[in-house]
């Protein structure tokens, strides 16, 4: 049995649980895949936070699918393929497209406040979709209402334990193979084992790396970065996508303005009051994002400015109100009227393309190990992601290992046992809670500064050292969540910024001054870390060249 090497052996004999699967994380990922085990299996799932304080919670825009007529899984993926800049993974992308239908229909039987008009589906238009085929419930509340409905579905089974509050401190393997989890009860401060044939990923993103994002306050790359300790690779770290249309403020999170609103035809405008996205791409602001954020940072930085408009004013207000409640109400709080104002808006962190990397099956290079959602990198996205294909690749990858599952938990033998393992327990004092603190925004500044939407080597490798200098600044974690999600939050960022800085060139959403243009001879190819090349400054796996090859 391998015990997590940042903890300490202590005295005392473990706590111990047992299950088939424990799922890790409570978004549509986590969610989906604990529904669907739970019909076979004995499931945990396990939330660091309460089921709906997570990243899809807060998701406005919605699904994209083909449910129209004059729609098709192939135009999706024409669309997908082309906004991903040359990355995609094709089999994963035509998985994504063909299955994805099926799996929103699904959805919405356990869902039914998909808007509708006269029975028929609303689809929206984002940016990059060729045609509007982004399914919504709730106006721009798709998020809550998804994570409500299938929390609902979940509590209705009785096979799946919910374990709130529980952060989950580290993998546990065996013989090459993951075993479970080790969690701290954040309100007792006790570790428990939590042993299964299986374990599934779904932990989200790592917005919190940076100072401003879109993502809340949990979204700190735990799932990443245990995978990568317990021994899985983690591909395609440097493409972090910015969204274009955060309110400008200094809030965290940063409060998204859905791109649906510049699908319903909303202008993004510069200081002198221009179009500036007219002529720059035939589908002007509702280009895809990497397109139009490079685009924002120019004028913005041609005026010196942070922040560019969102301009509504031109539309119908009834229509924005009933559309978009959740914008017009929040901006209302904010001291912004939608149908009158124009909003202050800037590019702001929105969502992790890479993370532990899957085959089709949502497998993870570690056998027992799956991900999904957020902290996978399945490949569907290539270096830069279609507007709301994130729900929907969360909904087919984890319907896809709930089938896979059956598979993998028959073919093991022996399920397994606990051997003599001890209780992990706090180092000394640990760290204090004010250097925590410090170290947090320290790394939130270097990033934003650093490995943020332009990028140059020099910056990189001022990043780099200054995420090894804060590392070295701790004393090994000791029973504090704010701890773990540092050493984690760490650990990721050190990722970004080595793989942002071994790619030379600019592609999708890694922008490089230093190296403006697209390589495809040197660089259509994926850059993995696993602990075999960990060390900074070391080699990084490559993967083949061509995007079906990870
Ligand atoms: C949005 O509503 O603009 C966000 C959709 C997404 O990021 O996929």
């Not at 901006?331 to 969502?351: F, Q, S, T, W």
């Not at 490995?451 to 990043?463: N, P, S, T």
């Amino acid at each position: 049995m391998t015990r997590p090497d940042f903890l300490a052996a202590a005295e005392g004999e473990p706590a111990s649980r047992f299950y088939d699967i424990i799922v890790v994380g409570s978004g549509i990922a986590g969610l989906t895949a604990a529904v669907g085990a739970a019909r076979h299996f004995k499931v945990a799932l396990i939330s660091k936070s309460v089921l709906r304080d997570t990243t899809t919670f807060l998701a406005q825009g919605g699904i994209a699918a083909a449910l129209s007529e004059q729609d098709s899984p192939e135009l999706h993926m024409e669309d997908t393929i082309r906004a991903g800049a040359g990355l995609c993974d094709e089999e994963a992308v035509r998985i994504l497209v063909n299955e994805g239908p099926e799996r929103v229909r699904e959805l919405m039987e356990i869902c039914p406040k998909f808007d509708r008009s006269g029975g028929d589906l609303v689809l929206a238009s984002e940016g990059a979709h060729s045609v509007p085929r982004i399914a919504h419930a709730g106006g721009d509340a798709t998020g809550s209402e998804v994570v409500s409905a299938l929390a609902q579905a979940m509590r209705q089974g009785s096979r799946v334990q919910v374990l709130e509050h529980e952060f989950v401190v580290d993998l546990l393997t065996d013989g090459g193979r993951c075993v479970g989890t080790v969690s701290l009860n954040l309100r007792s401060g006790e570790f428990t084992l939590n042993f299964a044939s299986a374990v599934v990923l779904a932990t989200g993103g790592c917005g919190q790396v940076y100072s401003l994002t879109t993502n809340p306050a949990v979204a700190t790359g735990d799932g990443m970065a245990m995978a990568f300790r317990a021994g899985a690779t983690v591909s395609d770290m440097e493409f972090v996508q910015f969204h274009p249309t955060g309110l400008y403020s200094d809030e965290s999170p940063i409060f998204l303005i859905t791109e649906a609103l510049r699908g319903e035809g909303a202008y993004l405008l510069n200081h002198a009051g221009e179009r500036f996205m007219l002529g720059v791409h035939p589908q002007a602001e509702l280009g895809p994002r990497d397109v139009v954020v490079k685009e924002m940072v120019r004028h913005m930085q041609g005026a010196g400015q942070e922040f560019l408009y969102l301009d509504a004013t031109h539309l119908d207000c009834q229509m924005l109100r009933e559309r978009f409640p959740n914008v017009y109400d929040t901006l209302r709080e904010r001291g912004y009227d939608l149908c009158k104002d124009r909003i202050p808006v800037a590019p702001v962190c929105h969502y992790m393309i890479g993370g532990v990397k899957t085959d089709v099956w949502g497998r993870s290079t570690l056998p027992g190990l799956y991900a999904s959602g957020e902290v996978s990198s399945t490949g569907v996205h290539g270096a830069n992601r279609l507007a709301s294909n994130s729900l929907l690749e969360g909904l087919v990858f984890s319907d896809r290992i709930v089938r896979d599952l059956d598979r993998y938990v028959a073919s093991l033998g022996e399920r397994a046992r606990p051997s003599q393992v001890q209780l992990p327990q706090p180092r000394g004092d640990g760290n204090r809670p004010s250097q925590l603190a410090e170290n947090r925004r320290r790394l939130q500044k270097t990033m934003t500064a650093e490995v943020g939407i332009v990028r140059r080597d020099a910056g990189l490798l001022r990043a780099i050292r200054e995420i090894n200098a804060l590392s070295a600044s701790l004393e090994p974690p000791g029973a504090s969540l704010e701890e773990y999600e540092l050493f984690n939050l760490l650990g990721i960022a050190g990722q970004i910024a080595r793989a942002a800085r071994l790619r030379h060139e600019s592609r999708g959403s890694h922008l490089r001054e230093d190296f403006p243009a697209r390589d495809d001879a040197a660089w259509r190819r994926h850059i993995n870390f696993s602990v075999r090349n960990k060390e900074d400054g070391g080699p990084a796996e490559r993967g083949e060249p061509g995007g079906g090859n990870r």
